[in-house]
């Protein structure tokens, strides 16, 4: 959810009116999202990297994200929406840890769409985090080494829990990956677009989305059948649980 800052620079305002504007955007997004079917929505709205940032905006980012779990709890219920975070809970501040446990724990049985914020998350951080959890109970005698692999691997780490990625969209411009998702994108599509995210509205999500029907999914294999006919079908797109 790139270009709040440059989003308000644009209107002569202050960063922190970026971020409220993109809030706006991350309601109608999950909102569209729900209503498309897709299965698994991540957004990424706080990296490890991000507590770098001046305190004024690390609060007002903080303030805005406990504002929209308040404000969302209940639609999100009635949408049958699970909400879960992934990331370092750790690091956040407690009057927002409050909120994201009361509103994980009131979703947890709901299973229309999954929706995950990454807070305080990196995607180089969960890695080494699920490495040195191994390690550890390899040294405990409780796990053999030999079970080690990349099956091991989407079991253990917390974003692989919705499956892997279909869809990365990044806005703002920016043709990077910067530490999102790391292992779950191994074979996501991706979609970069110029629009800022306070700017980015339903019809740009259905563009990316059409774009992504588009596209002719591998996995290093030969081209796959399965694919096939799925293309431009809103029904089957969701039918197939898309993750983005
Ligand atoms: C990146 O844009 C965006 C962020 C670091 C924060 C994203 C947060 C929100 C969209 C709002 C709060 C979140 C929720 C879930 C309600 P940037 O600030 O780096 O923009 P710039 O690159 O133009 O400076």
Known sequence: MDGNGRWAQQQGRLRTFGHQQGSESVRRIVRASRRLGLRAL???????????????EV???MALLKDFLVSEREELIQRGIRLRMIGRRERLPG?????????????????????TLALSYGGR?????????IARRAQAGELDPELVDARF????????EVGPVDLLVRTSGEQRVSNF?????AYAELYFTDRLWPE???????EALAEYQTRDRRFGRVACAATEG???????????????
């Open 42 to 56: 991540t957004l990424y709205a706080f990296s490890e990297q991000n507590w770098e940032r001046p305190r004024f």
């Open 59 to 61: 609060e007002a980012l």
């Open 95 to 115: 009057h927002v840890r409050e909120v994201l446990d009361d509103v994980a724990a009131a979703t947890a049985d709901l299973d229309q769409m999954t929706l």
């Open 125 to 133: 951080e969960e890695i080494a985090d699920a490495a040195r959890e």
């Open 153 to 160: 691997f989407g079991n253990v780490l917390p974003s692989m």
């Open 181 to 185: 998702l790391l292992w779950s994108t």
């Open 200 to 206: 980015f509205e339903v019809r740009d999500l259905f």
């Open 230 to 244: 799925t293309l431009a079908d809103p029904a089957a797109l969701v039918a197939s649980g898309v993750h983005v």
